[in-house]
């Protein structure tokens, strides 16, 4: 096993994920030495895109084959996709350094989604059991059930 000084890059990558968000940590070969950047989050460069301009325009054309869009409008989806990532991955971070563990997992990006967004990635069920709620029933809609049950006695 390594000793702290001699951190592996993978656990160096992990420990900066957790680490302040808006700043990332790098290590410099064997030396142990770790330097600071104001960049984001991940360590991939800023002109990698996890949604590029064809994709989009693909997406598109699985709603409307005829639709195109607006270079501007591209250009603002593309950003708001970006945005979400970074700030769903800064979130997922901070909820697994809260819980005081050297990695994010699923359950973080879950909760992130879930308490925030109001989704939940399908295949990944939670641990605890989501009450169902069933929609009160009104005084009108009590009276509109009588009467078509009425209607449907005459027959």
Avoid at 37 to 66: A, Y
């Amino acid at each position: 096993m390594a000793s702290p000084s001699q951190s592996s890059p993978a656990s160096a990558a992990t420990v900066s994920a957790i680490g302040t968000a808006g700043t990332k940590s790098s290590s410099s070969g064997g030396s142990g030495t770790a330097t600071s950047s104001t960049g984001g989050v991940s360590g991939v460069d800023s002109t990698t895109q996890l949604l590029t301009k064809p994709r989009l325009q693909e997406l598109v054309r699985e709603i409307d084959p005829t639709e195109q869009l607006d270079e501007e409008v591209e250009e603002l989806l593309l950003q708001i996709a970006d945005d979400f990532v970074e700030n769903t991955v800064n979130a997922s971070c901070l909820l697994a350094k809260h819980r005081k563990v050297p990695k994010v997992e699923v359950r973080d990006v879950q909760l992130h989604l879930e308490r925030n967004w109001n989704m939940w990635i399908p295949g990944f069920g939670t641990d605890e059991l989501r009450p169902y709620k069933r929609a009160t029933v009104t005084e009108a809609h009590k009276q509109r059930l009588a009467l078509i049950r009425k209607a449907i006695k005459k027959y």
